[in-house]
Nanobody, 117 residues
Framework: QVQVVESGGGLVQPGGSLRLSCTASGIIFSAYSMAWYRQVPGNQREWVASISTRGGSTNYRDSVKGRFTISRDNAKNTAYLRMDNLKADDTAVYYC??????????WGQGTQVTVSS
């Protein structure tokens, strides 16, 4: 059984930082690429960042470039999203996603990030 669990969300002031974590079990962690998404109620889920299987390649949506850093530790079966200089527009539920080809795609339950003074 595959389990994907996000953690690390919370309330932070504008300009602050958070680090989200995502663990996965029941898969060969190092074989899966991984991405972070976010969703605001009433809006579509949007892609935030992605990382290759060994972490050598990363990509970010334009609005988070220079502020967010995606990483992974395959030895710990954990991926991270470091978020700095947070803005109110970053408020959302953040989800992690592990994918392998077109047939294997697993999601976590999400963690709430609220940026507010």
């Amino acid at each position: 059984q595959v389990q994907v669990v996000e953690s690390g969300g919370g309330l932070v002031q504008p300009g602050g930082s958070l680090r989200l974590s995502c663990t996965a079990s029941g898969i060969i962690f190092s074989a899966y690429s991984m991405a972070w998404y976010r969703q605001v109620p009433g809006n579509q889920r949007e892609w935030v960042a992605s990382i290759s299987t060994r972490g050598g390649s990363t990509n970010y949506r334009d609005s988070v470039k220079g502020r967010f850093t995606i990483s992974r530790d395959n030895a710990k079966n954990t991926a991270y999203l470091r978020m700095d200089n947070l803005k109110a527009d970053d408020t959302a539920v953040y989800y992690c996603n592990f994918y392998y080809g077109s047939d294997y795609n697993f999601w976590g339950q999400g963690t709430q990030v609220t940026v507010s003074s």
